[in-house]
């Protein structure tokens, strides 16, 4: 499991030779990350009498953004899994006609698949984009640097995360579906900008 190794030999995988762990992981990890960050700015605020009032709302923060984290963790091996099943896909014999169908139609299935689950990355931490906000705004400003970085590692996980969507749409044949995950996209990456600016745009005139 990529998600067991340790930093250094993570990074020692993700520099070999061999595709994966690569941007889909990489993207998952930054959301992660995102997520810790994020988690830790709430644990900060906690327990602070100048932070009471928010307190309640810093634990459920907290302790979502430890779920969001943990799903997140489990999405760095499991874009590997999806790239390996595409690669698999294309190894499949292709003698005959019957081989052949049975070929693309298992390309088809595991690149859209492929498609899936970065989008799903994107998704989760797009959810969190607006609480890190909230966390910066609210919580213990001694972290709030802490909270702008969480904001910048989920702005790259998304951006990082569609790119990976949006490769993988060029292989596949179903409009309906292309279409769909294009759209939805677009819209993932144009808030996922602009959340992110809204933060830096206000932290500047605090830092």
Aim: hydrophobic share 45%; charged share 25%.
């Amino acid at each position: 499991m990529l998600a067991d190794l340790t930093i250094k030999d993570f990074l020692a995988e993700t520099a070999g030779s061999a595709p994966v762990p690569g941007g889909g992981s990489i993207s998952a990890l930054n959301g992660a990350i995102a997520a810790a960050l994020t988690e830790m700015v709430a644990h900060l605020t906690v327990g602070k009498k100048k932070y009471a009032e928010v307190e309640g709302q810093m634990k459920t923060i907290a302790t979502e953004a430890a779920m969001i984290r943990e799903r997140l963790t489990e999405y760095i091996d499991k874009d590997s899994e999806a790239y390996d099943r595409v690669f698999s896909a294309f190894k499949l014999p292709k003698e005959t006609h019957d081989e052949q169908v049975i070929r693309t139609n298992a390309i088809q299935s595991a690149t859209k698949e492929a498609a899936i689950v970065p989008m799903r990355v994107a998704e989760e931490i797009g959810s969190v984009m607006e609480t890190i906000i909230y966390v910066a705004h609210k919580g213990n400003q001694n972290a709030v640097t802490d909270a702008c970085v969480a904001m910048m590692a989920a702005r790259t996980c998304v951006l990082g995360a569609l790119l990976n969507v949006r490769i993988n749409l060029t292989s596949i044949q179903d409009e309906v579906f292309v279409g769909m995950m294009r759209k939805k996209a677009d819209e993932l990456e144009a808030n996922a900008i602009r959340v992110e600016q809204k933060l830096l745009d206000w932290v500047k005139t605090k830092l």
